[in-house]
């Protein structure tokens, strides 16, 4: 059973920047994917990056891109997120979700129900 840690939030002014981290353990797979999602109060959850498995593919909701970044360090199953010019609706928990079951390796999973481990989550919140 794969077991993620989110860290790197926090309270940030707007137009801030944060790194979020994500360490993954228990991932027996080879064929694995990390993303990110974010549920902000109300709201679905929601993917705000994710990377294929061949790394060639990559998402990032509009809400957030052209200021965000994903990447990853795989052999240590680790993944980051670096959001800047941090806006008050970027407010959420975000968490790392983890795909460990068959992925073809050029596709971008983007849902809640492509992923089978999640995070606790870790909070961000920005101030206006």
């Known amino acids: 059973q794969a077991q993620l840690v989110e860290s790197g939030g926090g309270l940030v002014q707007a137009g801030g920047s944060l790194r979020l981290s994500c360490a993954a353990s228990g991932i027996t797979s080879y064929d694995y994917i990390l993303g990110w999602f974010r549920q902000a109060p109300g709201k679905e959850r929601e993917c705000v990056a994710a990377?294929?498995?061949?790394?060639?593919?990559?998402y990032y909701a509009d809400s957030v891109k052209g200021r965000s970044t994903i990447s990853r360090e795989y052999a240590k199953k680790t993944v980051f997120l670096q959001v800047d010019s941090l806006k008050p609706e970027d407010t959420a928990v975000y968490y790392c979700a983890a795909r460990t079951r068959f992925l073809l390796r050029d596709f971008l999973y983007r849902t809640v129900g492509d992923y089978d481990a999640w995070g606790q989550g870790t909070q961000v919140t920005v101030s206006s």
């Open positions: 990377m294929s498995w061949s790394g060639t593919n990559i």
